[in-house]
T-cell receptor, first 113, second 114 residues
Framework: QKEVEQNSGPLSVPEGAIASLNCTYS??????FFWYRQYSGKSPELIMS????GDKEDGRFTAQLNKASQYVSLLIRDSQPSDSATYLC?????????????FGQGTTLQVKP | DTGVSQDPRHKITKRGQNVTFRCDPI?????LYWYRQTLGQGPEFLTY????????KSRLLSDRFSAERPKGSFSTLEIQRTEQGDSAMYLC????????????FGQGTRLTVV
């Protein structure tokens, strides 16, 4: 079992729809959770961080965390073609807080005009 | 200081040659990380520095790899006797050392070993 798992996709949604991206993790003591967006050939760009159970909203993005289920998700409302990218879920494992991130393989999102 | 800077952006080298990459972190960040990313995969952790101290190295970091951060500012990652399997994007990230803070990535160095 991978430490951080994502469906590789591609996830295809029409423009204006809600895109839902999911991630599960195996280490129960994980403390911090991040979503990065990565365009083809570019480096990861941080879009959301979440540290406690519940929802966190930032513009069109909402991150959701459920530590009991070891599940984190990202919702993108009013999806735009410019949102087409790979979305990486990352987890900061352990209580030592080294900041080392464990990444999933990423979910490719395609937003069709 | 607008972000993490990496140099070069691209490097093509022949198998067996040595290569060195540089990373300049965000100036107030005392933690610096190196990751490697191959096509279709998420980044994989290689090593991490807090100031000038290298505190963790992944098993992925073979003896041919060495990283330094001599004055706690910029860092270098050297690969000796490159192999075709070393072809990847090498990413540097930095963050501040206190609490739950976010890591920011540089543009990456894409290495191609021919």
């Amino acid at each position: 079992q991978k430490e951080v798992e994502q469906n590789s996709g591609p996830l295809s949604v029409p423009e204006g729809a809600i895109a839902s991206l999911n991630c599960t993790y195996s280490d129960r003591v994980s403390q911090s959770f991040f979503w990065y967006r990565q365009y083809s050939g570019k480096s990861p760009e941080l879009i959301m961080s979440i540290y406690s159970n519940g929802d966190k909203e930032d513009g069109r993005f909402t991150a959701q965390l459920n530590k009991a289920s070891q599940y984190v998700s990202l919702l993108i409302r009013d999806s735009q073609p410019s949102d087409s990218a790979t979305y990486l879920c990352a987890v900061n494992r352990g209580s030592g807080n080294t900041g080392k991130l464990i990444f999933g393989q990423g979910t490719t999102l395609q937003v069709k005009p | 200081d607008t972000g993490v800077s990496q140099d070069p952006r691209h490097k093509i080298t022949k198998r067996g040659q040595n290569v060195t990459f540089r990373c300049d972190p965000i100036s107030e960040h005392n933690r610096l990380y190196w990751y490697r990313q191959t096509l279709g995969q998420g980044p994989e952790f290689l090593t991490y520095f807090q100031n000038e101290a290298q505190l963790e190295k992944s098993r992925l970091l073979s003896d041919r790899f060495s990283a330094e951060r001599p004055k706690g500012s910029f860092s270098t990652l050297e690969i000796q006797r490159t192999e075709q399997g070393d072809s990847a994007m090498y990413l540097c990230a930095s963050r501040s050392g206190t609490g739950n803070t976010e890591a920011f990535f540089g543009q990456g160095t894409r290495l191609t070993v021919v």
